[in-house]
């Protein structure tokens, strides 16, 4: 048993949340450190992860992807159900990221085709602090280039009245908000650090994902304490 960790049950259900997970989280993929707990069990990261996705690309720095290497994952299963109800419902990721270069790549892309330039809706976080879609919604906010950064975005925040938030901290900056008058549409397909599509230059550039920690949606104001 990895330390930190609960008593697994035959089923996979663990007995209750690993210490490793953040006390307010749901979920968490710890590509650092090998070990991987959403919707109430421990994983197995290849059955969260498919498409183009090369486990040889874990090792203890994360998981990680550039433009001159294989690894393009497509979330499935319980990592996609996770992503796409989120979405719907409204939620908060944690991405906690280094790189050696330029911040440059999409970090998350969700929408109605698993390729981002065959859909008709779509909901997208850049590293470089852009979150926008299909249509009014276009956040932009400012992060620091290479090194080691712990970003939080919102997604789709009910705030009431028909009005949806968005969010973004990094770093423990205070955090970038912009509404839209429209929910978030129902998706049906994700991509982690790429747009889908091969060769668009849209993949993350020079990255290791250390870490992706799952929240409800949470206020703007805590945000920065994710962060920091």
């Known amino acids: 048993m990895m330390p930190g960790t609960v008593a697994q049950l035959s089923s996979g259900v663990v007995s209750s949340k690993p210490e490793w997970v953040p006390a307010d989280a749901d979920g968490m993929l710890d590509f650092a450190n090998d070990q991987y707990y959403l919707a109430n069990q421990l994983r197995e990261i290849g059955t969260m992860l498919g498409g183009g996705f090369d486990s040889g690309a874990i090792s203890a720095s994360g998981m990680y992807i550039n433009f001159d290497n294989a690894n393009r994952p497509t979330p499935i299963g319980v990592l996609l159900t996770r992503l796409l109800s989120g979405l719907a419902a409204g939620m908060t990721l944690v991405f906690d990221v280094s790189t050696s270069a330029s911040l440059g790549g999409f970090l998350l892309y969700i929408g109605t085709d698993p390729l981002f330039d065959d859909a008709s809706a779509w909901s997208v976080a850049t590293i470089d602090g852009a979150v926008f879609d299909e249509g009014s919604l276009n956040l932009s906010a400012s992060i620091s280039g290479a090194g080691d950064h712990k970003i939080a975005i ?61 929240y409800p949606a949470l206020d703007p104001a805590d945000l920065p304490g994710l962060t920091a």
Not at 165 to 178: F, N
């Open 154 to 214: 919102t997604f789709n925040r009910d705030i009431g009245g028909g009005t949806h938030e968005y969010a973004w901290s990094s770093d423990g900056d205070a955090a970038v908000t912009q509404t839209t008058a429209y929910a978030a549409w129902t998706m049906s397909a994700a991509q982690l650090g790429w747009s889908g599509f091969e060769g668009d230059g849209q993949q993350l550039f020079e990255t290791y994902i250390k870490s992706i920690t799952f």
